[in-house]
């Protein structure tokens, strides 16, 4: 039977032990993103989501100051990969991420959205999902990638994961 492209998975776990180490796990990954990659940031208030999507930015080397979008819904900063800075935490369901306009920027941007399992329907089956989680002071890090390029992407990322170089 054909495998399709969105069963194909990869996971990496990362424990990091600072704001800075967390950002620049994000910005390795960003440096490999290009402009269609999905990214959804799953976690609890405070988990790091926000610092994660700053490193993301870094990586990307685009324009202006990551901060939280949670009362804007969605910043855009530009740059050589633009990115789309999303945060799900207002939006009441799938059809409030529709009117956002996310469609027309897809191909053009990196997306980032924050809290997005509480928008499930509105995820592009292909997706680089990163969860992170307290642990003791530190946090741990899920890095998902969910079909083949994403999960390529991740792949990449596993070496980094064990030396951090
Ligand atoms: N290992 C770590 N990774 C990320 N943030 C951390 C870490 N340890 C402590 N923090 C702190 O946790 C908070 C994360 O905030 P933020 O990124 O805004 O979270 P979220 O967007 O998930 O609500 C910051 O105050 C940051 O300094
Ligand atoms: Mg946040």
Redesign the pocket.
């Known amino acids: 039977m054909p495998t399709s492209d969105d069963a194909v998975f990869a996971e990496i776990v990362v424990d990091?032990?600072?704001?800075d180490?967390?950002q620049q796990l994000a910005r390795r990954l960003g440096e490999a993103l290009l402009p269609g990659h999905f990214v959804a940031l799953i976690?609890p208030?405070?988990?790091?989501?926000?610092?994660f999507v700053q490193g993301l930015a870094a990586g990307l080397k685009v324009e202006g100051a990551v901060t939280?979008p949670t009362f804007v819904l969605m910043r855009l900063h530009r740059g050589d990969t633009p990115l789309c800075h999303v945060d799900a935490y207002r939006l009441p369901d799938a059809s409030a991420v529709e009117e956002l306009g996310l469609e027309d920027w897809r191909d053009d941007c990196v997306i980032a959205m924050?809290w997005a399992d509480t928008v499930p329907e509105a995820l592009p089956r292909e997706r680089i999902e990163v969860v992170?989680s307290y642990r003791g002071e530190?946090?741990r890090i899920r890095l998902r990638g969910i079909g083949r390029e994403p999960a390529a992407i991740v792949q990449e990322m596993e070496h980094y994961a064990h030396t951090g170089d």
């Open positions: 990091t032990d600072s704001p180490e967390t976690g208030l405070g988990a790091g989501k926000t610092a939280s924050e992170l530190g946090r």
